[in-house]
């Protein structure tokens, strides 16, 4: 048996949410004992009381959570300034939580502490890994390999950032929040692990589409992009968005291919175009020699990145069984981008999967997974990865 029970409120009245919030998880629990608790809440959340109420109506359980951009779920859609909770129940499958503190310092020491603090509490062998670090203070690809050392290649790293106060109108805030236990900490990595005879599968995509062709990244500089095709990478941008500006064109992230003749590609979003020098800084590294393309979407092209993703995601999961429960990390970019149709993205993950399965996730600051099964993990921007459970 394996069972999510989710709960969520946007009730301006903390005890109020919180009364809906466990309600909603009782009654989809239907008896069964919570093994571990996924807490999404506003950074602006009064956290410590959350989670001081979560432990007297469920004591012992695992607990992990994250500062979100806005808070999904199959109760409520998609919400600001809510509460969600998701509970955990299954008699095959362990559920335990892990925190790595200070990713500035050492981010491979914070990933090893992480993973090490969840395997403690369970002797079954990992099977999935859901993260929420903060991201912006080191390499994301340190981290990974942090987490690929301590779990081995064959576990998934799936998960999102998670968000700092202000991650779109200031994206030089950094600071974001993770939950693990009664410890409520910044500039860590949160970590769900599910140990044992877990079915699940997940499914990755953006919406964006390449525009015009393709060009070598050759010269990269201090962590920025230098050149491309051996010519200033501003250029590059100038070609197509004009030469006045040195605003980040947020609409039009880069796409990424690891070779010339690649199909598949993940995203890299410029923050700052630098008409001094001609470099292109963007949210997460970029390697010399990979090849780019300038990249465009429409809402309905973005919204279409959800059904892509599920679809990938429903096509995978093993046979024999459905899904009984869905997680879903959406990039703050999309729903900066989508506007007051940001609720589409949820409805449409609820008509795919199915109303009556669960479903938890949240607005993020980068997201994690493969781009392909068997792959490891990549670090994402502008990116939706829908996960699906089960026994």
Same mark, same amino acid.
């Given at each position: 048996?394996?069972?999510?029970?989710v709960?969520?409120?946007?009730?301006?009245?903390?005890?109020?949410? %919180?009364?809906?919030? !466990?309600?909603?998880?009782? $009654?989809?629990l239907?008896?069964?004992?919570?093994?571990a608790?996924?807490l %999404?809440?506003?950074w602006?959340?009064d956290?410590p009381?959350i989670?001081r109420a979560?432990?007297?109506?469920?004591?012992g359980?695992?607990?992990?959570?994250?500062?979100?951009?806005?808070?999904?779920?199959?109760?409520?859609? !998609?919400?600001?300034?809510s509460?969600?909770? $998701?509970?955990?129940?299954?008699?095959?499958?362990d559920?335990?939580?892990?925190?790595?503190r200070?990713l500035?310092a050492?981010?491979?020491a914070?990933?090893?502490a992480?993973?090490?603090?969840a /395997?403690?509490?369970?002797a079954l062998?990992?099977a999935?890994?859901?993260?929420?670090?903060t991201i912006g203070?080191?390499?994301?690809y340190?981290?990974?390999?942090g987490?690929?050392?301590?779990l081995?290649?064959d576990?998934?790293i799936?998960?999102?950032?998670a968000?700092?106060?202000?991650?779109?109108d200031?994206?030089?805030?950094t600071?974001?929040?993770?939950?693990v236990?009664?410890?409520? &900490?910044?500039?860590? &990595? =949160?970590?769900?692990?599910?140990?044992?005879?877990? =079915?699940f599968?997940? @499914?990755?995509d953006?919406?964006?589409? #390449?525009v015009?062709?393709?060009?070598?990244v050759?010269?990269?500089v201090?962590?920025?992009v230098?050149e491309?095709?051996?010519?200033? =990478?501003?250029?590059?941008?100038d *070609?197509y968005l @004009?030469?006045?500006?040195?605003?980040?064109?947020?609409?039009?992230?880069?796409?990424?291919f690891d070779?010339?003749?690649?199909?598949d590609?993940y995203?890299?979003?410029?923050?700052?175009l630098? *008409?001094?020098?001609?470099d &292109?800084s963007?949210?997460g590294?970029i390697?010399?020699g990979?090849?780019?393309? %300038?990249?465009?979407? $429409?809402?309905?092209?973005?919204?279409?990145?959800? /059904?892509?993703?599920?679809?990938?995601a429903? /096509?995978?999961f093993?046979?024999?069984?459905g899904?009984?429960?869905a997680?879903?990390?959406?990039?703050?970019t999309?729903?900066?981008?989508?506007?007051?149709?940001t609720?589409?993205?949820?409805?449409?993950? /609820?008509?795919?999967? #199915?109303?009556?399965?669960?479903i938890?996730?949240?607005?993020?600051? @980068?997201?994690f997974?493969?781009l392909?099964?068997?792959?490891?993990s990549?670090?994402?921007?502008a990116?939706?990865?829908?996960?699906?459970?089960?026994?």
């Open positions: 048996m394996f069972r999510m029970a709960g969520h409120s946007d009730d301006i009245d903390l005890e109020a949410a %919180l009364a809906t919030v !466990f309600s909603e998880c009782d $009654a989809a239907a008896g069964a004992a919570p093994k608790g996924f %999404l809440a506003s602006e959340a956290h009381a989670i979560i432990q007297a109506r469920y004591p359980i695992e607990l992990v959570g994250s500062s979100t951009s806005g808070e999904m779920s199959s109760e409520l859609g !998609f919400v600001e300034d509460i969600a909770l $998701a509970l955990f129940a299954s008699d095959t499958v559920i335990t939580v892990g925190l790595g200070d500035a050492d981010p491979p914070a990933a090893r992480a993973v090490r603090d /395997r403690s509490r369970t062998p990992p999935l890994c859901v993260i929420f670090p203070l080191s390499d994301p340190a981290l990974l390999d987490l690929r050392a301590e081995g290649p576990v998934p799936l998960g999102g950032g968000s700092p106060q202000d991650p779109v200031n994206p030089a805030a600071m974001s929040k993770q939950l236990g009664d410890a409520v &900490v910044e500039g860590g &990595v =949160a970590i769900l692990l599910f140990s044992g005879p877990l =079915a599968s997940y @499914g990755v953006t919406g964006w589409r #390449g015009g062709p393709r060009a070598v050759s010269s990269i201090d962590g920025k230098h491309i095709d051996g010519r200033p =990478a501003i250029e590059f941008f *070609r @004009g030469t006045t500006t040195t605003a980040p064109p947020i609409a039009n992230p880069l796409a990424v070779s010339p003749d690649a199909t590609f995203l890299r979003t410029a923050t700052f630098d *008409r001094s020098n001609g &292109v963007t949210f590294p390697p010399e990979v090849t780019v393309q %300038l990249t465009v979407a $429409a809402t309905d092209q973005i919204v279409e990145g959800v /059904r892509s993703s599920v679809s990938e429903l /096509r995978t093993p046979s024999g069984a899904p009984d429960a997680l879903v990390y959406s990039c703050a999309r729903r900066f981008l989508l506007g007051t149709r609720s589409r993205e949820i409805e449409l993950m /609820r008509d795919l999967v #199915g109303r009556e399965v669960p938890a996730g949240f607005y993020c600051l @980068g997201e997974a493969p392909a099964s068997g792959e490891g990549r670090f994402h921007n990116t939706v990865v829908s996960v699906l459970l089960g026994a």
